[in-house]
């Protein structure tokens, strides 16, 4: 059993930054691919970014690239998700996942775990 818990979420104005953490139970993290979903209030929960085991390979969805980045330390069993020029239409709860594939999956049934989430606010 994996735990996962998400923190770093908030209210930030439109154009501003947030990182999110998601901190791993257990001496397994690097054993893991991980990812962050979010999710809308009245929408379903999708992929946003994922992780490889080893951090060298990364995946976004068109609609962060070049404003959300992921990264891991797996010796302090943590992910992050470093979010900047955040807009109105990022609002979400957030969630972390890990994976025991090698390489970060997009769709919700190849993730394993799950953490809380954390909400992220963005106004305008």
């Known amino acids: 059993q994996v735990q996962l818990v998400e923190s770093g979420g908030g209210l930030v104005q439109a154009g501003g930054s947030l990182r999110l953490s998601c901190a791993a139970s257990g001496r397994t993290f690097s054993t893991y691919a991980m990812g962050w979903f979010r999710q809308a209030p009245g929408k379903e929960r999708v992929f946003v970014t994922g992780?490889?085991?080893?951090?060298?390979?990364?995946s976004y969805v068109d609609s962060v690239k070049g404003r959300f980045t992921i990264s891991r330390d797996n010796s302090k069993n943590t992910v992050y998700l470093q979010m900047n020029s955040l807009k109105p239409e990022d609002t979400a709860a957030y969630y972390c996942a890990a994976s025991n594939l090698i390489v970060a999956p997009t769709t919700r049934d190849r993730y394993d775990y799950w953490g809380q989430g954390t909400q992220v606010t963005v106004s305008s």
């Open positions: 992780i490889s085991r080893s951090g060298s390979t990364t």
